[in-house]
C-alpha cells in the first residue's frame, strides 16, 4: 500500500528524460489514434499550440470514423517527426484529469507509466532527485523558495529561485535567508537536507562557465526585466503574451485576470498591479458580520470575490473544476442534476448574485465533485483536497474583520 501510494503521487513524467519520451509516443500512437471522439483531445493540442492551425482545421472536418483514425495517427506522426521537442509537452496536456476522464485510453497510458517505473523501483528515498525533475523546493534559514531549473545558470546569474514575492539568484537568495555574514549559496541553500552543490554533481543542475554568453548569463535589459516575473500564467499555468504584475511575481494572460484586463494593456508600459496585490494592500474593509456580507450583492465586494476566485483556479492545478463537466465527464449530466464549475461561477458574477449565493455554488463545485467519485476515491481525493484550500481562504476573506 506505501508503494502504491508513492507511485501514485509522483508525476510519470518528471521520471523520464527526452529520449525515453518520445519513445513511449512511438509506440503508443496508434493506439492513441483509436480513441472515439477526439474532439477535445484535438482542441488540447491546438489550444497548446502543439499543432497549426490549418491541421486542426483539417481534422475538424472529418465525418467518418475510419479517416478520422487514420488522419490521427499521420498527426501524431508529424508530432513524432516535425515536433519531437514537444513531446513532454504533448504529454503533459493529455495527461490532465479532465482529459484523461474522456478518454480512458489516455489514463492507461499514465498507469502503464506509473506501473513501469514501480517495478523499476529500487530502495529509493525523498532525497534522492527524480531524472526530468525540473523543480526543486529549496531553503536557506527562514526563506523558502522553489528553483527553476530552466532559470538556473549560476549564483549570480538567472533570477532562477522563486519565492512567494519575488524571483531572485541563489546569491541573492542566500544572502537574504541566512544569517551568517560569510554564506555560500552552494553550501548553505538546503535542497531536502543537502546543500544545492550535491544536485550540481549528480547532473541535476548544469553550472554555466564564466565564458558563457547565453541569454541568462549576459542578458539585455529587457530579458532582464522580465526575469522579475513569471514565464506562465498564474491562472492556468500556459504561456503566451502575459502581463506582469509590477508589485509581485504573478503573470497572466488578459483573459484569465480577475476582473479581465483591456487588451490594450499588452503594449503599455506603465505600472500596473493585479488583484492579489491589490487585495494584500488593501487595509479597510467594511465593518460587518459575515451574516449580512452573505446577503450583500457581489459587486460589493467584488476584490474578495475575484481574489477567492482566483486563488481557486490557481489551486486546481489538473484544471479539473474549471470547465463544464457535462462537456468532458462522460455519464456527469446524468447523475448530478445541477452542475457547476469556476467558469460559470465567474459568468455570474455580472448578474444579480449575492456572496451568499456564490459561495453556495462553490461548495456545489465539491459536493458534486463528492457524488460523482464516490468510487473513484484518487477524483474525489482532488475536490476535497481543494475544498480545504478554499475554506482556509473563504474564512481569510470574508470572516476576518
Known sequence: MELQTELFKMNPLEELDERQLREFFGRNKTEMSCMDNPQTFLNQLRDNKLIPEEKYKEMTRITSIDKMKKNLYNLLCWIEEKQPQTIRLFWTCVFKEFIMTQYPTLKRLQDSLRKDQGDNLEEVTDERP?????????????????????????????????????????????????????????????????????????????LHSEQCDCPLCHPDPQALEEQKNDDYCFVCGRLGDLVMCDHCPRSFHQKCH?????????????????TFCIWNMNEYLPRMTYEETLMHPVSNHMLQCHYLLLSLYNADKDHIFAKDPCIHVRGYSSQIVTPMWLDKITELLGQQYTVGQLLTDIQLIFSNCDQFNQNKPEFRDMGIKLKEFYEQEEEKVFRRQ
Do not use: Y
Open 130 to 206: 527524480r531524472v526530468g525533475q525540473n523543480e526543486f523546493r529549496v531553503i536557506c534559514g527562514a526563506l523558502s523558495g522553489k528553483l527553476h531549473k530552466s532559470r538556473f545558470a549560476s549564483g549570480r546569474c538567472g533570477n532562477s529561485i522563486r519565492t512567494e514575492d519575488r524571483w531572485m539568484s541563489p546569491v541573492e537568495f542566500v544572502e537574504q535567508g541566512s544569517a551568517m555574514p560569510n554564506a555560500l549559496w552552494k553550501r548553505d541553500i538546503q535542497w531536502e537536507g543537502q546543500p544545492l552543490c550535491s544536485l550540481i554533481e549528480r547532473k541535476m543542475l548544469r
Open 258 to 274: 480577475l476582473p479581465q484586463l483591456d487588451p490594450s494593456i499588452l503594449g503599455d508600459d506603465s505600472a500596473w498591479m493585479c
